[in-house]
């Protein structure tokens, strides 16, 4: 590996003895050198840096920087840095170019055939069978091209190019912007990822890219490190670094035992200060990058050290495979669309939580599969009854023998059937359909990140709408997490508002503002407002900022106290961490002894003190019975007041014996209570609203705190998740493990499933709580259908839980970045209120894609049973094929277009989620597809049929041979146009209400594509001509057309009054594929990530379903049923798989 490393740094000298040697730029240490320094670990690590350096401060000064004062902010001197030891920052794959894109459509297996089917079809229509043997072989005319079509025989071939040539561009253009709306996702996650670092003696937040070498940064619980670092000083610090290593076992760093932190890993205890030794390409993540990435490359361009990056992604869940579980994470926030495709394919394996496949995709692919089913057989029945019927008459009616030379002229006819029966297949098939489902999901996300949703995971938005749980925190989701003291206890008083300093003894008002001060992250200020009349800014951790808070209200500060005591000067930390639920700080006193200060929770502080203050600030016994009494009149009506309620504590330690500070319960035990603070953390106004409509929508909500009880029964009951004469559970988390496991402490699911479906809040939790609740509603299957759950998350230890729910919340503020990393959607502004925005989003986009598949439904009705009677009773369809192409690509690609971008209204939340069984064609839909259905085949065999005497025109059924384009089928294609037009319009409704044009106006993109069509309807009609096998019509027959066309929402109104109930024949389609119908091989497959498999959706489902269509609108050449049988029809049922087998 060092050898490797050292290949992209040739163009530094060579690593000298560093012992008087100055370096290149002046720097004490090169590149190379600080490489191979953080390629050690623990003791060894040590010994070279005493053996180099002397020390941590030697390494700092040989860095130009100092350990406290951190850099200058000098430009010039950053710049340098930059130069010589690199940017943190790896460089991304190079996107690929839309000829790359436009390259990579063209490789689907259905376009390629497409392809050679155009060009068969050209070369067809350009020869033309011997005229001489046509009396011999039969009347050629009888069911042949007429002489309009045969003469623009080539249209038909040149179309399917076009088509393919329009279906490439989508494709290309798709993922084309795909892939930029990801970057531009991507490059906002990562400005927003900032670090904190000291420089000028100043704390300050630097985006990531901008760290350098020699700069000193905080590191603190929850970090994702962004660079390597030494580390200076750490309290009680614990770094998971599964993600480098594969050992899943925290490791405690110290600066006199293991001081290497290494980028890509996770900080989840304690604190520190580091100096940054190795970034971007240099630091440890980068190297392991380059060795997977483009190595050969690397060799090439020594000079371009980043051009290696072959999707920094990628090689960070290769690492991940190691992982035994937890949360396995990349160094990056955000995968790019198009990652490197062969480490994808590795990648897959390697992504350790696994979702189910999404509940949409699901009903869809089976929905399909259903569909093209049907068509295959309705267009086989087409071609064997025309074939039977053309052999019967030729070779038994006729008595004709087959002649040698009459192959040609036959192939020609079984040319023309396939050809009729592929059209049948074409119309059959809802290509738009997955175009509908990408467009709508796409501008759902985009439309999300202005409602402060931010979505990393495409499918998320569509699971939220089938939200049936959502499990909450409390602080800043619920509440402002702007945190204030508005109670205390001090000196045996009970003060209800701030006291005047006055009324403290001097004694309890120093040891609280030295407790205050000393025992917080030395990173937790307040600062002045930045407008006048705005509040304080608070800075840090909310809990202290409320204690430093009340130090200021009592008229003292702060800052003199931590500048008398540095954070270097600590003797030991305790930091907080979720088992503890408490913080303690050792500081050396004058005389040589040492004293603790502490705070935490009061019901676990309270429990290790022995002693409390009294008025006089002396020192009186406080017994287990005293405890009692201080928890009812003192703590409970607190916390029935929504207050959280922290102890505060010290210790002294005489100076002769100093204990075993790694004994921490021994240490933290025999304390003394200075104070009990009452904190407010008030519920944001909007909430209760949030929750009422929720609540409405048929989601229940749940608090999962860490708080007491009381303060969470309190707040709960104040944002309405808890309501009077209701029959709810409140738990604290020991109850909850109590009632949910075995006498050998296993959970038991029956145990769990009396449990939850009562449970409103859950107090004083562990993340493992959080993770055990969440997992049993999923797996539970006592109701009807299974539940989905949401959940929201700040906290590093929220990871499990976030990546095991449906849909996981992460906190954009306040949310750690393994947070953020494990969830779903990032909440931009930590509000509740996005998450109903969410869920009104998730089912609009179920509900647009209900809206177009009612619309294509019945065009695919009519249109196949148009084109099968029309060929079994005529030999030949009313609708050409080239019409067909017009109706079925462009109008089903406009109409999903327009369909897919309704926005999202209130109603939405007034009905109950739909469920994973719900189908996704209801009966009302069924209804309607059925009901339109009837309506359209009455007028179009009407018209077939009778209409030239209707009109007074001649009949196209019986047209003489080389005839043009007949009136007679024009007016049947047109009327068929304006009825699907008039019909979108009827389908923007899918629930059964009669206003149809209810909100139409606030879709522009609908009204202008209601009238593009329509536009371009006239130009194909008046001047298509041969082409488009039209004919132009007069003004009269045109306004015909258009009243047959509104004709359709008159129809729409009647069948609006037949009530559903009474159809009792109709069935319902769609429904989520059941447990029982899936192998287990599909069961592991279908729990793969979701955003790759909707990426493939896209590209496989929507070339397949339009590819298939083209083949068979335009195919030519008897081998090609063959084809159809044995290579499609396999495909398609394959498609069901398509998203799973993504990965």
């Not at 561009?169 to 670090?195: C, H, M, P, Y």
């Not at 490190?225 to 998971?240: E, F, M, R, S, Y």
């Not at 921490?664 to 949030?690: F, K, Q, S, Y």
């Amino acid at each position: 590996m060092g050898e490797m490393a050292n290949s992209s740094i040739e163009l530094h000298s060579k690593p000298q003895q560093p012992r008087e040697t100055p370096h290149v730029g002046g720097f004490g240490c090169t590149l190379a050198e600080l490489r191979s320094l953080m390629e050690l670990r623990g003791a060894e690590a040590l010994q070279k840096i005493q053996e180099t350096y002397g020390d941590v401060s030697g390494l700092c000064r040989r860095l130009k920087t100092s350990p406290t004062e951190g850099l200058a902010d000098n430009t010039n001197d950053l710049e340098k840095r930059r130069q010589i030891y690199g940017q943190n920052f790896i460089p991304p794959k190079q996107p690929k170019t839309f000829l790359q894109l436009v390259w990579e459509a063209l490789q689907d297996v259905t376009l390629i055939i497409l392809e050679v089917a155009a060009i068969v079809s050209l070369g067809l229509s350009f020869y033309a069978p011997p005229g001489e043997e046509s009396e011999a072989c039969g009347n050629v005319s009888g069911g042949a091209e007429d002489e309009g079509e045969a003469e623009a025989g080539w249209i038909e071939g040149a179309a399917i190019l076009l088509s393919v040539i329009c279906v490439v561009l989508v494709t290309a253009f798709n993922d084309w912007s795909k892939e930029k709306q990801f970057r531009g996702l991507q490059s906002r996650i990562e400005q927003e990822q900032k670090f904190t670092v000291i420089r000028n003696g100043q704390l300050l937040q630097v985006p990531v890219a901008a760290l350098v070498v020699g700069d000193i940064a905080q590191v603190k619980y929850g970090d994702l490190l962004p660079a390597d670092g030494v580390l200076i000083q750490g309290n009680d610090l614990k770094i998971d670094e599964s993600s480098l290593t594969g050992e899943s076992d925290h490791v405690r760093k110290s600066a006199d035992k293991d001081p290497m932190l290494l980028s890509g890993t996770h900080v989840m205890e304690g604190s520190g200060r580091m100096v940054v030794t190795a970034v971007g390409v240099n630091s440890q993540t980068g190297i392991i990058f380059t060795l997977l990435g483009a190595g050969g490359e690397e060799e090439e361009k020594k000079d371009k050290k980043g051009k290696q990056q072959d999707g920094a992604m990628d090689s960070s869940q290769t690492r991940a495979k190691k992982q035994d579980g937890a949360v396995a994470m990349e160094m990056q926030p955000l995968k790019s669309a198009e990652g490197g495709e062969m480490e994808e394919r590795e990648k897959k394996k390697a992504n350790v939580p696994k979702k189910e496949k999404s509940v949409l995709q699901g009903k869809l692919t089976k929905l399909a599969v259903q569909i093209g089913k049907a068509g295959l057989v309705m267009s086989a029945i087409t071609v064997i009854i025309l074939v039977l019927y053309f052999v019967i008459e030729t070779f038994v009616v006729d008595g004709r023998v087959w002649l040698a030379e009459c192959t040609p002229v036959y192939v020609q006819y079984f040319v023309k059937f396939f050809i009729i029966g592929v059209t049948v297949l074409v119309v059959a098939v809802p290509e738009g359909l997955p175009l509908a489902v990408t467009i709508s999901l796409a501008y759902s996300v985009k439309k999300m990140m202005k409602d402060n949703n931010l979505v990393r995971h495409l499918d998320a938005c569509e699971t939220m709408g089938n939200a049936t749980a959502i499990c909450s925190d409390k602080t800043g989701t619920l509440t402002t997490n702007r945190m204030t003291v508005v109670q205390s206890y001090l000196g045996d008083t009970h003060y209800k508002e701030i006291p005047a300093p006055s009324a403290l003894t001097p004694k309890i008002l120093d040891l609280l503002v030295h407790a205050i001060s000393i025992n917080s992250a030395y990173t937790t200020k307040i600062l002045p407002p930045e407008k006048e009349g705005a509040l304080p800014r608070q800075v840090g951790n909310k809990t202290e900022c409320a204690l430093l808070g009340f130090v200021l209200d009592l008229k003292r500060d702060f800052q003199p106290v931590r500048e008398q005591i540095p954070e270097d000067k600590l003797y030991k930390v305790y930091t907080f961490n979720s088992v503890r639920k408490s913080m303690s700080t050792v500081i050396r006193m004058p005389d040589g002894g040492f004293r603790l200060f502490s705070k935490g929770a009061s019901e676990i502080l309270l429990k290790k003190c022995t002693n409390i203050l009294n008025s006089n600030g002396e020192l009186r016994g406080f017994r287990p019975r005293d405890r009692d009494d201080m928890v009812k009149k003192i703590i409970e009506p607190m916390a029935c007041d929504g207050l959280r309620t922290i102890c505060i504590a010290y210790r002294d330690f005489p100076a002769n014996q100093e204990p075993d500070w790694d004994n921490e319960n021994e240490v933290v035990g025999d304390l003394t209570c200075i104070a009990v603070m009452g904190i407010e953390d008030p519920v944001r106004p909007e909430v209760p609203e949030a929750i009422r409509k929720c609540q409405r929508a048929g989601i229940t909500v749940r608090m999962v705190t860490g708080d007491n009880i009381n303060t969470a029964r309190a707040i709960a009951a104040k944002c309405g998740i808890i309501q009077p004469g209701e029959d709810f559970l409140c738990l604290e988390g020991k109850e909850f493990n109590r009632r949910i496991r075995n006498e050998k402490g296993e959970i038991e699911q029956e145990r769990l499933d009396k449990v939850w479906p009562k449970l409103r809040v859950l107090a004083r939790s562990s993340p493992t709580d959080k993770h055990t609740l969440v997992k049993g509603i999923i797996d539970s299957t006592t109701g009807e259908q299974r539940q989905v759950v949401a959940v929201t998350g700040d906290g590093t230890n929220d990871g499990p839980a976030l990546k095991k729910a449906d849909v996981g919340f992460a906190m954009g503020i306040a949310g750690t970045d393994v947070a953020k990393e494990a969830s779903d959607i990032i909440l931009t502004d930590d509000n509740f209120t996005s998450i109903v925005k969410a869920v009104m989003w998730g089912r609009n986009v179920y509900d647009s894609i209900s809206k177009f598949l009612q619309f294509q439904l019945t065009v695919n009705v009519v249109a196949v049973i148009v084109a099968f009677t029309g060929a079994c009773i005529t030999q030949d369809s009313p609708l050409k094929a080239v019409q067909m192409l017009w109706v079925n690509l462009i109008m089903d690609t406009f109409a999903s277009l327009a369909l897919a971008t309704e926005p999202p209204t209130e109603s939405l939340l007034l009905r109950k989620p739909y469920g994973r069984d719900k189908p996704l064609i209801s009966r009302t839909m069924m209804k309607n597809i059925l009901g339109h259905a009837v309506y359209q085949l009455t007028i179009i065999f009407t018209l077939l049929f009778v209409g030239e005497l209707f009109f007074d025109i001649d009949s196209g059924r019986n047209a003489p041979l080389h005839s043009p384009p007949s009136e007679h089928y024009t007016i049947i294609f047109n009327t068929f146009v304006m009825m699907q037009l008039f019909n979108e319009i009827n389908a923007r409704k899918i629930h059964g209400e009669r206003n149809v044009f209810d909100g139409i106006f606030s879709n522009p993109i609908f009204c202008t594509i209601v009238l593009g069509t329509f536009g371009i309807q006239i130009v194909i009609v008046q001047f298509g001509g041969k082409p488009f096998s039209c004919s132009p019509l007069s003004t009269e027959q045109w306004l015909w057309c258009l009243f047959v066309g509104v004709g359709e929402l008159v129809w729409g109104q009647v069948i609006a009054t037949i009530p559903t109930s009474q159809l009792k024949c109709l069935k319902e389609a769609g429904h989520g594929p059941g447990k029982d119908e899936m192998t287990d091989e599909e069961l592991a497959e279908g729990e793969e990530e979701i955003d790759h498999a909707e990426r493939e959706l896209r590209r496989g489902q929507i070339l397949w379903f339009r590819g298939l269509n083209r083949i068979q609108t335009q195919a030519t050449g008897p081998r090609f049923l063959d084809l159809v049988n044995h290579k499609i029809a396999p495909r398609i049922s394959e498609a069901c798989t398509t998203f799973s087998v993504a990965k």
